[in-house]
């Protein structure tokens, strides 16, 4: 007997439904367990925390709720300046990816077609190695006596070779080469579909060429603009490899807090506090960012 036929409603709520399935099952209940922790006591015990519900004597439950992680968290100036230092880092870092990835973005899809595909391959092939491998190649390049301090004396640039790793700067570079491609690629794919036929429009109505990028090109490419930024932003922010390896005591980041408190300190719930907050703030961006979309999309 042949099965009846699920009615559009139900295949649309089945389709709908596996979606969010994954994300409730890996998404929000890990984070639910992360809150959990983070409302706990720290505790010498494996595993290293108390549970927010115990059993007291003659069957009585006990449930405590501890807020000290979060009050301490906003009260501590290491937490605060670590939390604050990973939104600076990473803001500044998006913005230099910009600045470098729009320019490669649009350059390669004004390219002739036969050469887009060669040309992403480049963009894509440091993804071929080793993220830990590529950020000690940066070791070995940005070190006193490195490549580029070598090839700056040889040249005569500079006669004693310049401090560069374990400082801001070498996370800034080691930041930007590492996560440049996430936005070239969305800017290319926006970038791409751009419809010519404006620009040509535009010029023969008089426009000069920066006067189309800034009133046609730029406006219309702001989804891929958005996108990368997002992509670069939100990961930056609980970077623990670049910070740990080319950074030094003044670049203290969300994520390397989290992995000294975890493993080192063993203080489960202040790490899971700290997940917890970091979430929250990288989530606000996208509630605005979807309230904005909703407001435009209506008008």
Not at 101 to 129: C, E, K
Not at 216 to 245: C, H, K, N, Q, R
Not at 275 to 287: G, K, Y
Request: charged residues 15%.
């Amino acid at each position: 007997m042949k099965g009846l036929p699920l009615s559009p409603l139900r295949g649309r709520g089945l389709i709908i439904g596996v979606p969010w399935f994954w994300l409730g099952l890996f998404f929000l209940l890990p984070f639910l367990f992360v809150l959990k922790i983070s409302l706990s006591e720290p505790v010498l015990a494996q595993p290293p925390y108390m549970d927010l519900i115990r059993e007291v004597e003659d069957g009585l439950v006990s449930i405590s709720v501890n807020f000290g992680n979060y009050l301490l968290l906003w009260e501590d100036p290491l937490y605060r300046g670590a939390l604050f230092g990973s939104l600076k880092i990473s803001a500044i870092s998006t913005l230099f990816c910009l600045l470098f990835g729009y320019p490669m973005a649009y350059a390669i899809a004004r390219a002739p077609s036969h050469w887009r595909l060669p040309l992403l391959m480049l963009i894509i092939l440091p993804f071929w190695t080793s993220f830990l491998i590529r950020v000690y190649a940066w070791i070995g390049i940005l070190k006193g006596n490195g490549l580029l301090n070598n090839f700056l004396i040889w040249s005569g640039l500079i006669d004693q070779p310049l401090e560069i790793l374990h400082t801001p700067l070498a996370v800034y570079i080691g930041i930007v080469y590492s996560y440049l491609p996430f936005v070239v690629l969305p800017l290319y794919a926006t970038l791409v579909r751009l419809d010519l036929t404006l620009l040509e429009a535009a010029a023969d109505l008089g426009c000069r060429p920066w006067k189309q990028f800034l009133t046609i090109t730029l406006p219309l490419s702001l989804p891929g603009v958005i996108a990368g930024g997002m992509l670069v932003f939100i990961p930056v922010v609980g970077e623990f490899v670049i910070p740990d390896l080319l950074g030094g005591p003044d670049t203290l980041m969300i994520g390397k807090l989290m992995w000294t408190e975890f493993f080192s300190n063993k203080d489960w719930p202040l790490a899971s506090s700290l997940a917890a907050v970091l979430l929250v703030v990288l989530i606000i961006p996208f509630v605005a960012l979807r309230h904005f979309e909703q407001r435009e999309e209506a008008v």
